[in-house]
């Protein structure tokens, strides 16, 4: 992998700086600007070096199609009170007056395109919008690991145009922390895997069963298990078909000697927004909803913690948006902290609802790492071969 040297002369070289901005807004108010703020330190390095920057980064799906639900004007207007520099907005279309932007750049100054997805070239990694992209600039830097398991312009095609393109620092510390768990890894390492679909996560888990030495099943995911050993569900999220995919899992795990832990007993309510009963794993009725890991389960997992050196965890425990299915999200989250804190625990979090439900938890903690890189961190678990970094090899 191509890696940004840190001795590399860029004064006054445009640099096409690829971020994921992709952050929530809600009414035109960013809900939680970590994303940004995660950049910003970069931005100013940049900036101190007397480059000149072109900042590209999406915002949600707009599908080749300019909407102002869409626009990043409001992370321009947040930038605007970050960074100490000049910084203009751009939200015209890829062309000789957008080159003819980059190139009025003074040493120090910002160009911020608007949403790239707005460019129905973007999401069709389209040749011509490619290096028209690439004309705004003299260097490559994609920061946005988030986005490259995509095959799009900004991400994949642009390097095809200029010859100095490399990987940014957040982009290298994601990398490396998902070879914390696979190639450096401090045994033994325990991945706690939630969701509510298995299918789309069964090729990371069978990837991580050669690596790891526990996985814990939580969430809507585990009633798939307590489903396929013949135990009553009620009316919990099932999905369909999933025994197949089970009995390859329990296969694999024996043959890498890892332990699969599902839940002992759980939380449930006769509906999503009713209390809390926690109930053994043989004592739902079938018009019960399973929301929770219950106290057994939780105090199982915090054992299991204590007994591991590192710990990766993606998928939250239970239905955290109701306060009363919190407690395995945030018990869980606050044992990982503390043994992070206190017991030098490698502990490495990701996707986008593990993250929501720690923000929502409003507890002080802290971890290794916290990734919002969500599918691109998954199919680099999976071994895969991911466009946007293949091309910076």
């Not at 025994?243 to 999503?272: L, M, Q, R």
Request: some cysteine; glycine content about 6%; proline content about 3%.
């Amino acid at each position: 992998m191509k890696f940004f040297p840190k001795n590399l002369d860029i004064e006054d070289k445009r640099i096409i700086l690829r971020v994921d901005f992709n952050v929530p807004i809600e009414n035109e108010k960013i809900s939680d600007p970590s994303r940004i703020l995660s950049v910003i330190p970069f931005v100013e390095k940049l900036i101190k070096k007397n480059a000149k920057i072109v900042l590209v980064s999406h915002l949600g799906r707009p599908e080749g199609k300019k909407d102002n639900k869409f626009s990043l004007m409001p992370i321009f207007e947040f930038l605007k009170k970050k960074i100490g520099t000049k910084i203009f907005f751009y939200a015209d279309n890829i062309d000789e007056k957008a080159k003819s932007k980059s190139l009025n750049l003074k040493q120090g100054e910002i160009l911020f395109l608007e949403n790239i997805r707005f460019f129905p070239g973007e999401n069709e990694n389209d040749d011509k919008f490619s290096k028209q992209l690439s004309e705004l600039g003299d260097i490559y830097i994609n920061d946005a690991f988030s986005c490259s398991h995509r095959k799009q312009a900004s991400i994949h095609k642009i390097t095809h145009f200029l010859k100095d393109c490399y990987a940014g620092p957040l982009l290298k510390k994601e990398i490396d922390t998902i070879n914390l768990i696979l190639k450096e890894k401090k045994s033994p390492v325990t991945c706690i895997i939630g969701g509510s679909k298995i299918s789309s996560k069964i090729n990371v888990i069978l990837s991580l069963i050669k690596n790891v030495e526990n996985i814990v099943i939580v969430g809507a995911m585990a009633n798939n298990f307590l489903a396929y050993r013949g135990f009553e569900v009620g009316k919990s999220l099932v999905e369909e078909k999933s025994s197949d995919i089970i009995y390859k899992i329990y296969s694999e795990a024996e043959k890498n000697n890892c332990n699969i832990v599902i839940p002992e007993d759980y939380k449930i309510s006769k509906s999503f927004e009713g209390k809390a009963e926690n109930r053994e794993k043989n004592e739902i009725n079938s018009d019960e909803i399973i929301l929770d890991a219950g106290s057994k389960t939780i105090k199982l997992i915090k054992n299991i913690i204590d007994q591991s050196k590192t710990v990766f965890w993606n998928g939250p425990i239970g239905y955290f948006e109701n306060k009363n299915f919190s407690e395995g999200t945030n018990s869980i989250a606050k044992k990982i902290s503390d043994n992070t804190v206190n017991n030098s625990l490698i502990s490495i979090l990701g996707g986008g609802d593990t993250i929501a439900a720690i923000n929502k938890s409003k507890l002080n903690l802290s971890f290794t790492h916290l990734s919002t890189a969500g599918g691109a961190f998954l199919e680099y678990l999976e071994g895969k071969d991911l466009p946007g970094l293949s091309v910076l090899k």
